[in-house]
Antibody, heavy 120, light 107 residues
Framework: EVQLLESGGGLVQPGGSLRLSCAASGFTFSSYAMNWVRQAPGKGLEWVSL????????YYADSVRGRFTISRDNSKNTLYLQMNTLRAEDTAVYYCAKGRSGVPAAINYWGQGTLVTVSS | DIQMTQSPSSLSASVGDRVTITCRASQGISNYLAWYQQKPGKVPKLLIYAASTLQSGVPSRFSGSGSGTDFTLTISSLQPEDVATYYC?????????FGPGTKVDIK
């Protein structure tokens, strides 16, 4: 059974940093692209970032490029999102999400999400 | 960047009605299009990928069609458990944008 468990969310001041983690299990982690997708309270889904299975390439939404960094440790089956220079508009539930196969791919599994609140 | 739009933004229909949601890309994306269902308080669920391929376990009343810039998600006979927001997503090129969503409820 595929499981994705996010952690690291919380309250942070504007301009601050936070690192999200996603522990994956139930599949061959290194074979799949992984995503971060966020959803602000009462709003729609926003794709944030994607990393290929072998870590060969990464992609970012314009809204986070230069501030967020996606990475993965295939030896630990863990996905990360380093978030710097956080803004109020980054407040959202952040989901770790697994692609169906290599890039490009639809998302077939989602974690339960971790809430990030950026506020003074 | 390629933009994704959906119409309508919301709809209300009766149980048993045929429901159609449209998704449009500002540039051609071949068939790199997925549809997701998100019920209130739940995580999204994949319904359709490659524009028209039904994800395993999804009821056959859901179907997808289209290619290039125009896509549709059809629910052939709306059921009470289909109350949700539906999102399309492109997954070609270097950006994987979601549409703004279509909220579906029962009349």
């Amino acid at each position: 059974e595929v499981q994705l468990l996010e952690s690291g969310g919380g309250l942070v001041q504007p301009g601050g940093s936070l690192r999200l983690s996603c522990a994956a299990s139930g599949f061959t982690f290194s074979s799949y692209a992984m995503n971060w997708v966020r959803q602000a309270p009462g709003k729609g889904l926003e794709w944030v970032s994607l990393i290929s299975g072998t870590d060969a390439y990464t992609y970012y939404a314009d809204s986070v490029r230069g501030r967020f960094t996606i990475s993965r440790d295939n030896s630990k089956n863990t996905l990360y999102l380093q978030m710097n220079t956080l803004r109020a508009e980054d407040t959202a539930v952040y989901y770790c999400a697994k692609g169906r196969s290599g890039v490009p791919a639809a998302i077939n599994y989602w974690g339960q999400g971790t809430l990030v609140t950026v506020s003074s | 960047d390629i933009q994704m739009t959906q119409s309508p933004s919301s709809l209300s229909a009766s149980v048993g009605d045929r429901v159609t949601i449209t998704c449009r890309a500002s540039q051609g994306i071949s068939n790199y299009l997925a549809w997701y269902q998100q019920k209130p308080g739940k995580v999204p669920k994949l319904l359709i990928y490659a524009a028209s391929t039904l994800q395993s376990g999804v009821p056959s009343r859901f179907s997808g069609s289209g290619s290039g810039t125009d896509f549709t998600l059809t629910i052939s006979s709306l059921q009470p458990e289909d109350v949700a927001t539906y999102y399309c997503q492109k997954y070609n090129s270097a950006s994987f944008t979601f549409g703004p969503g279509t909220k579906v409820d029962i009349k």
